[in-house]
């Protein structure tokens, strides 16, 4: 099993910088892939940024510039570094793992940390 856990978020003023940070225990060899979602009030919860083990790292359109996913060599800390942040970009993050072993797959998630950005 993984266990996930966000740190950081907060509020900020607009065009100011945040990090949220993620810290993975347990079986972290199997994570496959790791990122960021975000749900905002009454809205579904949409895909930030992530990274997997193949190289390949994709951005919502609306974090492209702006927003950069880094993680450690141990593939257990990821963090999402985000710039000149927008009202809109208010949200619960949380911070997701996909699960790969031989004998299954699962997604895991943080417990979510809040980001508020005022106008």
């Known amino acids: 099993q993984v266990q996930l856990v966000e740190s950081g978020g907060g509020l900020v003023q607009a065009g100011e910088s945040l990090n949220v940070s993620c810290t993975a225990s347990?079986?972290?060899?199997?994570?496959?892939?790791m990122g960021w979602y975000r749900q905002a009030p009454g809205k579904e919860r949409e895909l930030v940024a992530e990274?997997?083990?193949?190289?390949?790292?994709n951005y919502a359109l609306s974090a492209e510039g702006r927003f950069t996913i880094s993680r450690d060599n141990a593939w257990d800390m990821w963090s999402l570094r985000m710039l000149s942040l927008k009202p809109e970009n208010t949200a619960v993050y949380y911070c997701h793992a996909r699960i790969i072993t031989v004998v299954t797959s699962y997604d895991c998630w943080g417990q979510g940390t809040q980001v508020t950005v005022s106008s």
């Open positions: 990274t997997d083990r193949d190289g390949r790292t």
């Open positions: 347990g079986s972290v060899t199997s994570i496959y892939a």
